[in-house]
């Protein structure tokens, strides 16, 4: 079993006394009793995830915020300061298995902002990375099931809330899909895509549930 402890790198940062950029990100450590190494290893893992998107921010999106901020300053318009917030969700920790997304949110002006989300899933025993293929080790075609049970489900969403997902939504889901996509919940395993994949902004990020009876 794994004991979870959020740790947090947040900073404003300033350009000739403007603020052009606060960011903030949440990352798990992880303690256990399954086994130490692999903790270590996942541990580190997050920890340099972690740092290198500090660093990130830091230069190339505090860099862009800065020449906005003057150019704002120069055509003499509002200029609203740049935010990343990363924060993760943990949605599966029992045994010496780990599953959780991060939801990476930049905002850099305009209407809107944009999140990249992704996820993880770990076996602590072994310190080794889970990946969809691990959840059917049986059925080497597994994705042309999971396609299907997609397609029912969208077509099935589309009918209460037309406009939802787009019009060629089947071949947008084959082409759009990544096994890394995934994530495990209590009822079964999650299925999501990115903003704009398969769906117009107002969706979100699609997600769809595979009961654990229909993953295999």
Known sequence: MQ???QRVLSDTVYS???A????TIRYPYFTTTCSEAAALSINAFYSTAARKTEEYCRTVLASQASVQAEYAKKDNYPFFGYEFISAYTVTWNSGCMTSLYTDQYTYTGGA???TIRTSDTWDFSSGRYL???DFYPHNPAYREGIFRILDQQVKARETDSPSTYFDDYPALIRSSFKPESFFVTPKGIVIYFQQY????Y???IPEFLIPFKKSR
């Open 3 to 5: 004991t979870i402890t």
């Open 16 to 18: 000739k006394g403007t």
């Open 20 to 23: 052009v950029l606060t960011y």
């Open 112 to 114: 809107h902002g944009s």
């Open 131 to 133: 990946t969809l293929a």
């Open 197 to 200: 994949d398969i769906a117009p």
């Open 202 to 204: 107002s969706t979100g």
